[in-house]
Nanobody
């Protein structure tokens, strides 16, 4: 059974930094794209950052230059370094991964973590 578990959330002051991590575990054959999403109270979920298996990255316009997504394929992890955080970025941050599992290794399935709360407040 595949699980994605996020960590690193918490309370940070405006202008501060946090680093989120997401670890995928289970009988995984390969991991394709990995993504970070966030959902603030009363708002729609939005894609924050994505990284392909080849290392290409994509960011929401609002976080470009402040957030950095990275992955460690040896550990099946994806991280999100967040700098200069603002109160409006308070949200539940969730990771998502497209991965394949035996025996259907030619198919990709989308898995999600349970999310981690990030609160930006003085």
């Amino acid at each position: 059974q595949v699980q994605l578990v996020e960590s690193g959330g918490g309370l940070v002051q405006p202008g501060g930094s946090l680093r989120l991590s997401c670890a995928a575990s289970g009988n995984i054959f390969s991991i394709n794209a990995m993504r970070w999403y966030r959902q603030a109270p009363g708002k729609q979920r939005e894609l924050v950052a994505a990284i392909t298996s080849g290392g290409s990255t994509n960011y929401a316009t609002s976080v470009k230059g402040r957030f950095t997504i990275s992955r460690d394929d040896a550990k099946n992890t994806v991280s999100l370094q967040m700098n200069s955080l603002q109160p409006e970025e308070t949200a539940v941050y969730s990771c998502s991964a497209d991965l394949s599992v035996p025996p259907l290794t030619h198919l990709l399935y989308n898995y999600w973590g349970q999310g981690t709360q990030v609160t930006v407040s003085a």
